[in-house]
């Protein structure tokens, strides 16, 4: 199982932020590993989405979300090719009017056929850039207060 954690400063608010890890489907716009993303059902801030990524292959796989409005997202696999965890959650911290802390926390598991370096590498390698694809969208989205 590998885990990986790392946090970000967005020049935004916590609401603006919030709605965009809530609008999940406009998330592969900007996201260069996903192919697809389709919300699946809402209630409340609970959220079924499947989403399809390209990695060593295209994999697609179900994520429950559960929001808790401008500070936090968690989410935990319901079902998914070659995954057996996939859990974690984004915490924002506001630090002003307009600047956030966005910390991204995820466990992942991958079935025996996949090596645990490959595990590793998904976890961790490519965080950096998703944080900084998220960095860049939500900024240049951002109005204001």
């Not at 997202?73 to 307009?98: A, H, R, Y």
Request: proline share 3%; charged share 25%.
């Amino acid at each position: 199982m590998s885990q990986a954690q790392k946090s970000i400063e967005i020049n935004c608010s916590a609401a603006h932020f919030y709605s965009v890890l809530t609008g999940f489907e406009k998330q592969k716009d900007f996201v260069s590993d996903l192919q697809d993303v389709k919300l699946l059902s809402k209630e409340g801030e609970t959220y079924t989405v499947r989403y399809k990524v390209r990695l060593i292959k295209e994999i697609e796989y179900d994520l429950k979300h559960i929001g808790e409005p401008n500070k936090r997202m968690t989410w935990k696999l319901l079902k998914g090719q070659f995954m057996k965890v996939n859990e974690g959650s984004w915490d924002i911290e506001e630090l002003g009017p307009d600047k956030i802390r966005a910390t991204y926390s995820i466990t992942l598991k991958l079935s025996a056929l996949v090596p645990s370096s490959v595990t590793t590498q998904l976890a961790q390698l490519g965080l950096p850039k998703m944080l900084q694809e998220f960095k860049t969208y939500a900024e240049s989205t951002y109005k204001g207060a």
